[in-house]
């Protein structure tokens, strides 16, 4: 079956980078690749970017292109999103969801979702 | 606040029926599929709906969707106290996915 299984919760400075993980099995690899979307408390979902696991090409979010980096380790089947430049308001529950992405037809649903990993921002 | 727009909350009691609507443009739910995600509290989001109104397996038909121009909805019929949750609708436009501001739904 699909699973999607995320790193533990990071406590982190403001400044700082944090790097997640997400180790995907059950599904061909080639075909899907994985959006991360984030949820600050109490707040709306936040889709954060897509990378293909095809081939590694990216999309990022408008608002986060520059601090956030994708990127996936076929060898082992796990994706990453690594954060840069840390404030408080990147405090949020970070998931990882099956999608895919193609050019002419755009995103697939986001069928499967990681556990979610809390990163949390504070001096 | 996102380009997807969706009622706060919506309020209804055990067995009746609720829609939430999730009101877009011409760019994304207007030549997109919209998809729902179910967000029961405490809990990781789940698919509801995808391809405007098509079911994954397990999601009983209690649950729909449509779309109609640049606007979509999500039906919910026979209204049980399980169903409290947060929902939202997302689809894509050129090249970025966009989430809903989500509605939450009480069931009095």
């Known amino acids: 079956q699909v699973q999607l299984v995320q790193s533990g919760a990071e406590v982190k400075r403001p400044g700082a980078s944090v790097k997640v993980s997400c180790k995907t099995s059950?599904?061909?690899?080639?075909?899907?690749?994985i959006s991360w979307v984030r949820q600050a408390p109490g707040q709306r979902l936040e889709w954060m970017g897509w990378?293909?696991?095809?081939?590694?090409?990216?999309n990022y979010a408008q608002k986060l292109e520059g601090r956030v980096i994708l990127t996936t380790d076929t060898s082992t089947r796990t994706f990453y999103m690594e954060l840069r430049s840390l404030t408080s308001d990147d405090t949020a529950m970070y998931y990882c969801?099956?999608?895919?992405?193609?050019?002419?037809?755009?995103?697939?649903?986001?069928?499967?979702w990681g556990q979610g990993s809390l990163v949390t921002v504070s001096s | 606040q996102s380009v997807l727009t969706q009622s706060p909350s919506v309020s209804a009691a055990p067995g009746q029926k609720v829609t939430i609507s999730c009101s877009g443009s011409?760019?994304?739910?207007?030549?997109?599929?919209v998809s729902w995600y179910q967000q029961l509290p405490g809990t990781v989001p789940r698919l509801l709906i995808y391809?405007?109104?098509k079911r994954p397996s397990g999601i009983p038909a209690r649950f729909s969707g449509s779309k109609s121009g640049t606007s979509a909805t999500l039906a919910i019929t026979g209204l049980q106290t399980g169903d409290e949750a947060d929902y939202y609708c997302?689809?894509?436009?050129?090249?970025?996915?966009?989430f809903g501001g989500g509605t939450k739904l009480t069931v009095l």
């Open positions: 969801a099956r999608a895919d992405y193609d050019f002419w037809t755009g995103f697939t649903p986001f069928d499967f």
């Open positions: 059950g599904y061909n690899l080639m075909t899907y690749g």
């Open positions: 990378i293909s696991g095809y081939n590694g090409h990216t």
């Open positions: 011409t760019s994304n739910i207007g030549n997109n599929d």
């Open positions: 391809d405007n109104n």
């Open positions: 997302g689809t894509w436009s050129d090249s970025f996915w966009v």
